[in-house]
């Protein structure tokens, strides 16, 4: 197959996706354009037939399949999204196809892939990380002679995903100032950007990757690609340790600039999309919308197009969104207090120390009778942020041992 991309397959693969992919609406959000005195849009492939745009590469690739490569049938490596397109995929076209996936992948999503591509798909449960189902599912591909369908580096993959810049070109005629993009391997900003910066060259075009797996950023700085040796998996359909040999290419030539949008910020903004607009965003899907605020009054007067990537968030992860948002906010705090083992030490933390709307979410003490003091575990959380400053003020006042935990110490982490 030919490693050669070029904008003209963006257009093929337009015309070769009507009908398969849905025509995902650009939807001019009114919240966000008064918040920013701007008009911004909301390009909602959350709404796209398998609840992402991964479905555009994956089918554009699979069409390509000679008869022969279509018998020997095609393999790939997914904790979600690309493998949902796969599987679509094999069905539609009649490919059989083995998607491997990382065991602790959530029973939900593994139910969904096999629903989708139905008697076409076997599911496999490989390994505990995206890059162990990888490497199984590409020793399984060389086994047995399938074709991997890759998730961003190929040329086929990266022109579906471009077709997502037809559409938006297509459904306005006013100039778009800026084009706000999440990436994870890479295909879409190298497909989408590279049409926007073929068709509509005024365009800013801003890559957005979440502060945790910064590998694009990090590559485009090096000069090269960069695996990265850890990473944050919470915005997993973003999160990887290494892009693409061609989209750091493309990437290079199509956008202006990278931002990093701490994982804290992102859940804020899908918890605002739902209460707002009633928008159900994945954490990668809301990458770009949480960009915003990073380039705030360049915004004011601009028209902006932001890629809402994807919508399969699973439901019992929001107790985690709240308490991530929450500790980006500053809202939520912990620490660990000693308190005094005599008869109402505690009576007076509430009574002095705490303050009128601060509230307790966690507390964890064991009395010890051979000791003087004894440490408890206690998360608070506060109505406003600017409260944190009196709240140690008033336990230094009365004498009180105490350590705020910072996000990066282990029991933070644990306790997230």
Request: hydrophobic share 40%; with cysteine.
């Amino acid at each position: 197959m030919s490693r050669t991309f070029s904008v003209k397959m963006v257009d093929e693969a337009r015309e070769a996706l009507r009908g398969v992919v849905k025509e995902t609406p650009l939807q001019f959000n009114r919240g966000l354009s008064e918040k920013f005195g701007a008009k911004i849009y909301l390009k909602r492939e959350d709404l796209q037939v398998v609840r992402s745009y991964k479905l555009r590469g994956a089918y554009n690739r699979m069409r390509h399949l000679s008869a022969a490569e279509k018998k020997r049938g095609v393999a790939c490596a997914s904790a979600g999204n690309h493998a949902q397109g796969v599987a679509f995929s094999c069905k539609a076209l009649k490919v059989r196809g083995t998607i491997v996936m990382p065991r602790n992948t959530p029973r939900q999503k593994v139910d969904r892939v096999q629903a989708l591509g139905n008697a076409w798909v076997k599911v496999e449960l490989v390994g505990d990380s995206f890059d162990e189902a990888y490497r199984a599912a590409r020793a399984l591909s060389e086994k047995k002679k399938a074709v991997f369908i890759h998730p961003f580096n190929d040329p086929l993959v990266i022109a579906g995903q471009g077709t997502v810049g037809v559409e938006i070109l297509e459904q306005t005629r006013e100039p778009i100032d800026y084009l706000i993009v999440p990436i994870g391997g890479g295909g879409l900003i190298a497909g989408l950007g590279s049409y926007f910066r073929s068709k509509s060259p005024r365009t800013n075009v801003i890559g957005v990757e979440p502060q945790g797996a910064p590998a694009m950023h990090e590559s485009l700085k090096a000069g090269k690609q960069v695996e990265l040796e850890k990473i944050d998996t919470f915005v997993d359909g973003a999160a990887v340790r290494k892009v693409g040999d061609l989209t750091l290419a493309l990437t290079k030539e199509a956008a202006d600039t990278i931002l990093l949008v701490p994982e804290g910020k992102v859940c804020t903004e899908m918890i605002s999309l739902y209460q707002r607009d009633g928008i159900v965003a994945e954490p990668a899907g809301a990458l770009a919308v949480a960009a915003l605020d990073m380039l705030g009054k360049k915004l004011k007067g601009k028209t902006v197009v932001c890629i809402l990537s994807g919508g399969n968030n699973d439901i019992s992860r929001y107790p985690e969104v709240i308490e991530r948002s929450l500790v980006h906010q500053g809202l939520k705090h912990y620490f660990i207090i000693n308190f005094s083992q005599r008869p109402g030490a505690l009576r007076r933390f509430l009574d002095e120390a705490l303050g009128p709307s601060d509230d307790i979410t966690l507390f964890e003490y064991t009395k010890k009778n051979n000791r003087e003091s004894g440490p408890a575990l206690v998360g608070i959380e506060l109505t406003k942020k600017e409260d944190l400053a009196p709240l140690m003020k008033r336990m230094e006042k009365l004498g009180m041992s105490y350590e705020l935990l910072a996000t990066d110490s282990p029991i933070f982490r644990f306790l997230i």
